[in-house]
């Protein structure tokens, strides 16, 4: 790549960051109520992350060799518990992968 092409792309990525950045305050200004699909989307979104996150994860679990799935299983359900005890997604998320690789790097 040129000096001239990489200078291009920063440009874009910047100009695409900004974006990102401040479209959303553009289209939903202060003064105006928040469209309901908005509001169902922010809802419901979470969730399908936090659902997709569990499908992601676990697709390649073999639970006949190894482990046995332990590490995973163990996880899945300190997520579980994180969750249902602060509510906060993130935490549940980081605590997991925390524990998993704890697990499986000093006890499976």
């Not at 553009?26 to 699909?37: C, D, E, L, N, S």
């Not at 163990?74 to 998993?100: D, F």
């Amino acid at each position: 790549m040129t000096v001239q092409q990489r200078i291009i792309m920063i440009i874009l990525g910047a100009l695409a960051t900004q974006i990102t950045r401040f479209l959303p305050f553009a289209a939903f200004p202060a003064g105006k109520p928040t469209p309901k699909y908005i509001q169902y989307l922010g809802k419901a979104l979470p969730a399908a992350v936090f659902g997709l996150l569990v499908v992601y994860c676990l697709r390649n679990v073999d639970l006949l060799s190894g482990s046995h799935g332990l590490p995973e299983a163990i996880s899945v359900l300190a997520v579980a518990g994180l969750h249902l005890w602060k509510r906060q997604m993130l935490l549940s998320i980081a605590g997991g992968t925390v524990l998993y690789m704890l697990l499986v790097q000093f006890v499976f």
